[in-house]
Structure formats: structure tokens, C-alpha cells
């Protein structure tokens, strides 16, 4: 485990951030409310005002961490890097909305996405957060401890063949190399619009499997691909080590997660047929 909280000390602040953004979200339940910008983020996004308010609701929580001693580095989406603490190791990786279009638009399916690491690349990622906003399930990875969905262990189906697979990121023009290379091995494309729930849905074998069309930041899958994986699910990040895909605001991948090994090969050569993928 990470120097610094509990695994259970971490899961108390990110469900406190939680009950506060239902709260952001009731108290701006129109599309007009949630459609109001303020600037770029640290993660190349314009902001909205709601990305912010969800982030200092995270950000209150990481200060009480801190007032209690514990050190560590912050990389948000909106706020960039933020460290508390001295010479902290820990790295806390947070999307306060992964998910921005459809919070905006009104449409449910979003997500808190936070990991915590005890370094700074993707295999060491210890704990994994989804909190999704439209059912309202939680799902966490602990590593070597395996998935749960609220509160209940879960693993990953052995795959049948690929029923349903979700595109991420579907940007048109991306769409149609992807399509011609999943023609005849998956049988529907769902188009969630967040990651983090695509990735964890995979690992609860909801879909066979998830791509992105356009690279993804850290933020988006650092949280997700624990869990999908403690589940048992397959993730690729372009073929990199997990120890080799860094923890930070630069990075950008093509990520892609399956029930089985077979269909992980399958959905990134959907990928690799991108023609300009960044
Ligand atoms: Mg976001």
C-alpha cells in the first residue's frame, strides 16, 4: 500500500466528495445551469464551472488528509499538480467529472474517477474509485484484494465472443476504421461517455469490451483499469508495461480493456486503424 491514509481512510473522503457533488448536481438540474464555462484546465479541457466545483469538493477533502499528516502529490484535471505535504510519494489521480458532456447535457452516465498510487505510473496504482452518478454504484480496486460494486466482490466473466463493446471518445471520422475492423466480432457499439465507467463496466463483464478512438488522459483510466484488472478484465495502454504509463497531465494513451486476451487484440487493432489518432 501507498505511505499515507488507510484504504479505508481514502474511500471516507472520496464518498464524502460524493455526497457533496449530488448536492452540485441537484442545485444545477438543467442543462442551461451546467453549461457555463470558466477557461482551460490543467488537462487541455475547457472547464466547466461544475468540473471546478466537483474538484474543490475532492480538493476540501485531500486538505483534511493533509491537516492530519499525511504527504502527498495531487494530479488533477482541472487543478494540475498540487502537492501537500513534504516530500510526498503517494499520488492521488483525480477526474472530478469524467464524463463533463453528458453532466452538462443532463444525461446520467458520469463518473468520480480517483486513484491512488505509491508511485507514478499505472502498475502502481493501489486503490481505484468509480463513483457513477446515474445508477449510483460504487466500484473499487484495491490491488492484490480484488473489485467490488458497492461493497459486493465482483469478477470478470470468461468472454463468449464480443456482444457489446464501448467506443469511447467517438469522434465521426474515427468511428468508421474502428467499425470496419469490429464488422464480425462484435455484435453492438455502445457509446457511454466516460471512461472510467466503460473501463469498470468491462471489468464486470456489463461490456465484452472498451476502446478509445482518441488517446485518453491518466485521469480518465488511472482509477478504472485497477479495477477492471483486480476483477480479472484485460487493459492495454498501446502495449506499454503498466509500469512504463506515467501518472501525469501529458501522457495521452489509446486505451482499450476486454473480458478476454483474444478480444484485447481484437479491439486494438480496431485501434491501431486509426489513421491520426492523437
Ligand atoms: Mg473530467
Known amino acids: 500500500m501507498p505511505e499515507g491514509p488507510s484504504v479505508e481512510r481514502w474511500l471516507q473522503a472520496f464518498r464524502r466528495s460524493v455526497e457533496k457533488q449530488k448536492l452540485i448536481f441537484e442545485q444545477h438540474p438543467t442543462i442551461e445551469s ?34 492530519e499528516g499525511h504527504a502527498f502529490i495531487a494530479v488533477s484535471e482541472e487543478r494540475g499538480t498540487v502537492e501537500f505535504g513534504d516530500s510526498p510519494s503517494t499520488r492521488v489521480v483525480i477526474d472530478p467529472i469524467d464524463g463533463s458532456v453528458n453532466a452538462r447535457r443532463m444525461i446520467p452516465a458520469h463518473s468520480l474517477s480517483i486513484a491512488v498510487a505509491s508511485g507514478d505510473s499505472m502498475g502502481e496504482v493501489a486503490v481505484g474509485y468509480v463513483y457513477e452518478f446515474g445508477k449510483g454504484e460504487e466500484f473499487v480496486g484495491v490491488l492484490g484484494q480484488g473489485a467490488r460494486v458497492d461493497g459486493v466482490e465482483f469478477t470478470t466473466p470468461e468472454g463468449d465472443g464480443m456482444e457489446l463493446v464501448a467506443m469511447e471518445a467517438g469522434k465521426p471520422s474515427r468511428v468508421i476504421p474502428v467499425a470496419e475492423v469490429l464488422d464480425g466480432h462484435a455484435y453492438r457499439i455502445r457509446s457511454p461517455g466516460s471512461i472510467a465507467i466503460s473501463l469498470s463496466y468491462v471489468g464486470a463483464g456489463r461490456y465484452d469490451g472498451m476502446l478509445t478512438t482518441r488517446p485518453c488522459r491518466s485521469v480518465d483510466a488511472a482509477a478504472a483499469q485497477l479495477i477492471a484488472r483486480e476483477a480479472g478484465a484485460f487493459v492495454a495502454f498501446e502495449g506499454l508495461e503498466l509500469s512504463n504509463a506515467p501518472l501525469d497531465l501529458e501522457r495521452r494513451y489509446q486505451l482499450a480493456g476486454a473480458c478476454t486476451e483474444g478480444d484485447l487484440e481484437i479491439l486494438s487493432r480496431a485501434q491501431a486503424a486509426i489513421e491520426n489518432p492523437a
Do not use: K, S
Open 34 to 67: 451546467r453549461t457555463a464555462y470558466e477557461g482551460i484546465g490543467e488537462g487541455g479541457d475547457n472547464t466547466l464551472v461544475i468540473d471546478r466545483m466537483c474538484e474543490d469538493t475532492v480538493f476540501a477533502e485531500l486538505e483534511t488528509l493533509a491537516a
